[in-house]
């Protein structure tokens, strides 16, 4: 081999504190996954699936039961009206998604702008379809308002003629952030006039807590028109290892992903699709979620509380982060190193989300609350001893 497209690429955060959970029996609450099963009779969907011989190739954009049930969970969420067959395409996950739509709207030597905290596999989907990412930093958290927040002046700022799409990942992992509607507003007149394409990754769409929605960029038309708005069954579903995720976009956008999307895997798990379909017919299947992550979240913070970790505010998603300042003044990545192997807790640096190092916020780690209450409060145990 004479060449690597991504040399300085090596495995995920994710993967390597995974993988040091299991050599040190810690508690993972670092990558993001539920450990409970999926509802039986979603179980159940995918077994008749299975039997009733749904076995061959899936129809390259997706079945279309399941197409369908998406079109009608967007009419009844976000009164956006797309059409499955033109607009709709099923995807192994939305990573492949967003890495189809990137390679969909960019051209070799574009800018993609990203807003860092940046989720891990943005910037090598970019790199790989020879475009250039300029990352732009969110605002911290000030006493005036302790939440993470998109910058739209930054963003503004970092737009040039060569600036092809803007990807932006809200409820936001790692930080929580959602979108308000003054956010919208400020997108639609950033991209006004412009070329712009959005890439929209809302994985965390039905995990958005205390009685705020989820501001889709379906919602606006202006937005809709011009977007990628890329999903997961993984979170919604509990099942992150099924991978069926989607692309809704206008079909002039979804021609071209589906052009990747064909050779990148032609089409995904034919059984799976038809069981989810079956599933997720009622869009109010998703209805309970945002109460029931919650609780989860509140569990967290009260178990926290009682740590010397402090426990950062979480509008979204199933992450929450904590300042571990009272506790240690190692670096980030060692921190997380220690924890998992001298106390059995293991986390997630937030620093493996930065591009920019010198943004990096020195005490700061990610846990994930997609947990059993007991294994939260098995790991609150350990965290008292610090
Ligand atoms: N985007 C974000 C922000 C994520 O956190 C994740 C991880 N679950 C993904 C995309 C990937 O989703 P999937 O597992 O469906 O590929
Ligand atoms: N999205 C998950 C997280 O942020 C990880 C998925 C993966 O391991 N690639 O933890």
Same mark, same amino acid.
């Given at each position: 081999?004479?060449?690597?497209?991504?040399?300085?690429? =090596?495995?995920?955060?994710?993967?390597?504190?995974?993988?040091?959970?299991?050599?040190?029996?810690?508690?993972?609450?670092?990558?993001?996954?539920?450990?409970?099963? /999926?509802?039986?009779?979603?179980?159940?969907?995918?077994?008749?699936?299975?039997?009733?011989?749904?076995?061959?190739?899936?129809?390259?954009?997706?079945?279309?039961?399941?197409?369908?049930?998406?079109?009608?969970?967007?009419?009844?969420?976000?009164?956006?009206?797309?059409? /499955?067959?033109?607009?709709?395409?099923?995807?192994?996950?939305?990573?492949?998604?967003?890495?189809?739509?990137?390679?969909?709207?960019?051209?070799?030597?574009?800018?993609? #702008?990203?807003?860092?905290?940046?989720?891990?596999?943005?910037?090598?989907?970019?790199?790989?379809? @020879?475009?250039?990412?300029?990352?732009?930093?969110?605002?911290?958290?000030?006493?005036?308002?302790?939440?993470?927040?998109?910058?739209?002046?930054?963003?503004?700022?970092?737009?040039?003629?060569?600036?092809?799409?803007?990807? #932006?990942?809200?409820?936001?992992?790692?930080?929580?952030?959602?979108?308000?509607?003054?956010?919208?507003?400020?997108?639609?007149?950033?991209?006004?006039?412009?070329?712009?394409?959005?890439?929209?990754?809302?994985?965390?769409?039905?995990?958005?807590?205390?009685?705020?929605?989820?501001?889709?960029?379906?919602?606006?038309?202006?937005?809709?028109?011009?977007?990628?708005?890329?999903?997961?069954?993984?979170?919604?579903?509990?099942?992150?290892?099924?991978?069926? @995720?989607?692309?809704?976009?206008?079909?002039?956008?979804?021609?071209?992903?589906?052009?990747?999307?064909?050779?990148?895997?032609?089409?995904?798990?034919?059984?799976?699709?038809? =069981?989810?379909?079956?599933?997720?017919?009622?869009?109010?299947?998703?209805?309970?979620?945002?109460?029931?992550?919650?609780?989860?979240?509140?569990?967290?913070?009260?178990?926290?509380?009682?740590?010397?970790?402090?426990?950062?505010?979480?509008?979204?998603?199933?992450?929450?982060?904590?300042?571990?300042?009272?506790?240690?003044?190692?670096?980030?990545?060692?921190?997380?190193?220690?924890?998992?192997?001298?106390? =059995?807790?293991?986390?997630?640096?937030?620093?493996?989300?930065?591009?920019? /190092?010198?943004?990096?916020?020195?005490?700061?780690?990610?846990?994930?609350?997609?947990?059993?209450?007991?294994?939260?409060?098995?790991?609150?145990?350990?965290?008292?001893?610090?």
């Amino acid at each position: 081999m004479s060449s690597s497209r991504l040399p300085d690429v =090596g495995t995920t955060i994710f993967t390597i504190m995974s993988q040091l959970a299991i050599e040190h029996g810690a508690i993972n609450l670092g990558q993001g996954f539920p450990d409970f099963l /999926p509802d039986a009779g979603l179980i159940d969907r995918v077994e008749a699936a299975m039997r009733a011989g749904h076995d061959q190739y899936a129809p390259m954009p997706g079945v279309p039961a399941l197409r369908q049930a998406i079109a009608a969970k967007y009419q009844a969420h976000y009164g956006r009206s797309y059409d /499955p067959d033109a607009h709709i395409t099923i995807t192994s996950g939305a990573t492949q998604a967003l890495m189809c739509a990137v390679f969909a709207c960019t051209a070799p030597g574009d800018e993609v #702008i990203v807003l860092e905290p940046v989720y891990d596999s943005y910037l090598p989907s970019i790199r790989l379809a @020879g475009a250039v990412a300029v990352p732009v930093a969110m605002r911290k958290p000030t006493l005036e308002d302790p939440r993470y927040r998109p910058d739209w002046d930054a963003v503004r700022a970092a737009i040039t003629p060569r600036t092809a799409a803007i990807m #932006i990942n809200f409820p936001h992992n790692p930080t929580g952030a959602i979108l308000l509607e003054e956010d919208l507003d400020a997108l639609e007149s950033l991209v006004a006039d412009s070329r712009i394409t959005l890439i929209s990754d809302e994985v965390y769409e039905h995990m958005v807590f205390d009685g705020e929605p989820h501001r889709s960029l379906a919602t606006r038309p202006a937005l809709a028109e011009r977007a990628f708005v890329i999903s997961s069954f993984g979170k919604a579903l509990h099942a992150t290892g099924w991978k069926i @995720g989607w692309c809704c976009a206008p079909a002039r956008l979804t021609a071209e992903l589906r052009k990747i999307h064909q050779f990148m895997v032609f089409s995904v798990s034919t059984p799976m699709q038809h =069981g989810i379909a079956a599933f997720v017919a009622d869009p109010a299947v998703h209805d309970e979620l945002p109460g029931f992550y919650q609780a989860r979240r509140d569990h967290l913070a009260q178990g926290l509380a009682a740590t010397r970790l402090r426990a950062l505010p979480c509008p979204g998603t199933f992450f929450m982060l904590a300042d571990y300042s009272d506790v240690s003044q190692l670096p980030q990545q060692e921190f997380v190193r220690w924890l998992t192997t001298e106390h =059995g807790v293991t986390t997630i640096p937030v620093s493996a989300f930065m591009v920019v /190092p010198e943004r990096v916020e020195p005490r700061i780690v990610r846990l994930c609350f997609a947990k059993q209450t007991q294994t939260l409060d098995d790991a609150f145990g350990r965290l008292r001893a610090l």
